[in-house]
């Protein structure tokens, strides 16, 4: 369904269950680059099929001007934890004072 305000939202079904649903809305720019692209479409949706072991694949998903395309999902890679010892020492250089490089 398109509607007046250049929005739209979708959905549907296949014979093999995949299930698909999507909504856009206008929002204005985070940072325009010209007088042209003041609007730009924000985008929701989600989908889901099974895959051939039978497990439920669910996939979620934000896309904008801002973050681009962010999707979340179980079946998705995620990156292994930072080990502690690191995690301790970025949280320690963020606390220290910045020194300026001489200009030269």
């Not at 269950?17 to 042209?36: D, H, L, M, W, Y």
């Not at 051939?52 to 996939?59: A, K, S, V």
């Not at 999707?71 to 890679?77: D, N, Q």
Request: a negative charge.
């Amino acid at each position: 369904e398109l509607r007046a305000d250049g929005s739209y939202v979708y959905s549907y079904q296949t014979g093999n269950e995949i299930n698909v649903s999507e909504e856009g809305t206008i929002k204005q720019a985070a940072n325009p680059a010209s007088p042209e692209e003041q609007n730009v479409i924000a985008v929701s949706g989600k989908y889901s099929y099974k895959a051939d072991d039978g497990t439920l694949i669910e996939l979620v998903y934000t896309a904008d001007d801002e973050k681009g395309f962010v999707p979340v999902g179980a079946h998705l890679p995620t990156p292994p934890p930072i080990p502690e010892a690191i995690q301790k020492a970025l949280e320690y250089i963020a606390k220290q004072p910045s020194t300026p490089q001489p200009s030269g």
